[in-house]
């Protein structure tokens, strides 16, 4: 008789998943980068069928020798974007990693979840099932929805991943009942609602115990990368000068021309439910008064029932931007030192809450940061129970420095024990880049010496090569030995590419002095 989820997800073992020190485990791992996310909201992303190649840098796994991969993808991964993974690999040889990555694909470029296309595909399932070993193989996903369970089902083989009968846990509403259990702070909210006049309803009671509120964030319970938010401003609204009920019907009436980026977003409301919060405000005026930080960890297997083990990996603080200014658009790492034990310490007990309950494997806490004087004051925003934004550049400095994290100070160090540092972004976006090929790209950062270098310890290293030549969007992850050297191969990276796109004739000329921006959207 098959076995259930939960009885599959029992066979985890507590080395499973660690891609640090040691040999590794002896083990398959069947990689499946599927985006199985509300799909309206997929939509807004540009190049979203691209976004399966972030998680190429999972290949970090192969450099254990006990370890072999299945990495599945909607359609075939050129030759080229997989090897500049490999390539970067420190202590083995790439020839050695690529005998042990098996790639399959569904031929299916339509913009349905990569899970969805494998689960309609017996034939390539019976094909990946033949290449993992019983009892010694396990599923890794950006995301488990009931679409990885049914997988895991299929296929008899344990996911790394929370269960998604847990996935309120990683809702806006979960993530606020978290954060009271915990005692880490967060802004003041309300209760989930589904209908616009119980939203009218929650938001006059949110003001009217704040009236000093100058506007709220109204957020959907499930979205995702800022993509389910929307401002809405209250002092144009003048709610002091009216009844309690004049302030509902103007609230009401504000609310109905929310500019919400997910334009069904009513019908989304309905289904998944929506709350108020209070909107943020900076305590002191300047530039650098407020930061938008988060902290990531990792649930490893407890093994024999036990909870899993609670592992912070890192901190960053967040690019954010879009018509709302939520929405995500690149990191840098690590977050201030100002506040970032402060975060991390935040971040652990987030992580033991949730492995209480039996989440696993990736997730992340977003946080508000405001300085008062010398002081910093954080306040938590939501949870991710999944990889997001800030997984792939993370896995990109392990793949290819071998250092460790000091979890004192937060740093990531060099085998040397030298600090590192970077800048990245998934949405490097300019239409002077349209029509430049991977290996355009790879000859001029190459030809600029601006690759990244072992020996030096800084450079660049590109994802989403796929993007490129369509939408003349790329991600690229900048590192250096401090922050301000980062940066400074971050921007002489991007000039790179627009000097040499301009030197090629590729895309739109545009402007001489025109800079490229962090466009588009991105889970």
């Not at 990689?31 to 799909?39: A, D, F, G, H």
């Amino acid at each position: 008789m098959p076995l259930s989820f939960r009885q599959l997800q029992a066979q985890l073992q507590p080395s499973w998943g660690r891609v640090s020190g040691g040999h590794g485990p002896d083990v398959d791992v069947l990689m499946v980068p599927s985006l199985s996310l509300e799909q309206q909201q997929m939509g807004l992303v540009m190049g979203a069928h691209h976004y399966e190649e972030r998680q190429l840098f999972a290949l970090i796994g192969l450099r254990h020798p006990g370890v072999r991969m299945v990495y599945a993808s909607s359609k075939p991964l050129a030759d080229l974007v997989v090897d500049a993974v490999l390539e970067l690999l420190p202590g083995v040889p790439a020839a050695h990693a690529r005998r042990r990555l098996h790639l399959v694909d569904t031929d299916d470029a339509s913009s349905r979840p990569l899970t969805a296309k494998l689960l309609e595909r017996p034939a390539l399932l019976q094909r990946i099932a033949e290449l993992l070993r019983p009892g010694r193989s396990f599923i890794s996903c950006f995301v488990v929805s009931d679409l990885e369970r049914q997988l895991s089902e299929r296929l008899q083989v344990p996911l790394l991943g929370t269960d998604p009968a847990l996935a309120h846990w990683g809702s806006k509403a979960g993530s606020r009942a978290l954060f009271a259990r915990q005692g880490v702070p967060h802004p003041p909210g309300s209760a989930l609602v589904h209908t616009l006049s119980d939203l009218a309803e929650v938001t006059a009671e949110l003001w009217e115990g704040h009236p000093e509120l100058r506007r709220c964030v109204v957020k959907l319970n499930q979205g995702f990368s800022g993509e389910g938010n929307a401002c809405l401003e209250l002092e144009p609204l003048e709610l002091a000068e009216r009844p309690a009920r004049g302030r509902r019907q103007q609230l009401l009436g504000a609310l109905e021309q929310l500019p919400m980026p997910a334009g069904n977003w009513l019908k989304l409301m309905a289904e998944q439910g929506a709350l108020v919060e209070a909107w943020l405000e900076p305590w002191q005026e300047g530039a650098e008064a407020i930061h938008s930080p988060s902290v990531q960890g990792m649930i490893h297997p407890g093994g024999n029932g036990r909870p899993g083990e609670v592992e912070v990996l890192s901190s960053h603080e967040q690019v954010l931007g879009g018509a709302n200014g939520q929405t995500y658009l690149g990191c840098l790492f690590p977050a201030s030192e100002a506040y970032r034990a402060e975060l991390m310490g935040y971040g652990q007990a987030v992580g033991e809450a949730l492995a209480a309950v039996g989440a696993l494997e990736r997730y992340a806490v977003d946080f508000i940061a405001r300085r008062r004087g010398r002081h910093w004051d954080l306040q938590a925003i939501e949870v991710n129970l999944r990889q997001g934004g800030t997984t792939h550049t993370f896995m990109t400095l392990n793949a290819i420095t071998s250092g460790r994290m000091d979890p004192a100070s937060g740093l990531f160090r060099s085998p040397t024990g030298s600090p590192l540092f970077y800048r990245a972004t998934d949405n490097l976006c300019d239409p002077r880049l349209r029509g430049l090929l991977p290996i355009d790209l790879i000859d001029i950062v190459a030809e600029a010496g601006l690759h990244y270098d072992p020996a030096q310890l800084r450079g660049s290293v590109f994802h989403l090569l796929g993007c490129l030549s369509e939408f003349g969007k790329l991600g690229m992850t900048c590192i250096g030995r401090s922050a301000a050297e980062a940066d400074a191969v971050y921007a002489a990276t991007a000039a790179q590419l627009l000097q040499a796109a301009a030197s090629l004739g590729a895309g739109d000329p545009g402007s001489p002095d025109q800079q490229p921006s962090d466009c588009a959207q991105r889970p």
